[in-house]
């Protein structure tokens, strides 16, 4: 958290906090509901200014509850989110993984395959989506613990498999088949926080 968002918290402790004014959807845009009507489903305006999405990200984070927020100032601004906390994605050597914020991705305790193809992970920073445009590219760097390509390992899975990715230590299970809508529970996280 940047030090002058800390200073503001010190000074102002008591600032109510806000919903339904801010989401990450899918792509890992943040995006404004001016009329605090993210709650309704609606689009929002896409943030484009990167200085204001890097210190977004600076101040994110999850609260005990599973309800990720924006800390701006001395306010807390609750996030919608349309696909999970973090977004997944591969860095600039195509074969590392960071977050949609910046964060390197260094452990991953399962993955979670759901029914719409999207990829899960219960990650070090926290729940995660990959990212649809690295996807593909991801599911090709999994392997089965004993070093068969994913989708052959899936075909011939009965059981839990444990799948492993070159820039992460350990392997971790994949759960395939999940639906959707369970992906918030499963991860812990709330997608539509409320008061």
Request: proline share 9%; glycine share 10%.
């Amino acid at each position: 958290m940047d030090p002058s968002v800390k200073q503001a918290l010190a000074r102002w402790p008591d600032v109510p906090a806000v919903y339904g004014w801010l989401s990450l959807d899918e792509r890992a845009r943040w995006r404004l509901h001016p009329q605090g009507d993210a709650a309704g489903g609606g689009p929002g305006e896409s943030i484009g200014n990167t200085q204001i999405q890097d210190f977004i990200g600076r101040n994110y984070e999850g609260d005990g509850q599973g309800r990720w927020y924006f800390q701006n100032g001395p306010q807390r601004v609750y996030v919608r989110l349309d696909a999970a906390p973090y977004l997944l994605r591969l860095a600039g050597d195509g074969a590392s993984l960071v977050t949609h914020t910046g964060l390197p991705l260094r452990a991953v305790a399962g993955w979670w395959l759901d029914d719409s193809g999207r990829l899960y992970a219960r990650a070090e920073p926290g729940p995660a989506m990959v990212e649809g445009r690295d996807l593909p590219a991801l599911l090709e760097q999994l392997r089965s613990v004993d070093g068969r390509p994913l989708a052959d390992a899936l075909e011939a899975a009965t059981d839990e498999l444990l799948v492993t990715h070159p820039s992460l230590a350990a392997a971790a299970p994949l759960h395939a088949s999940v639906a959707r809508a369970d992906i918030p529970a499963l991860l812990g996280f709330v997608a539509m926080p409320q008061p």
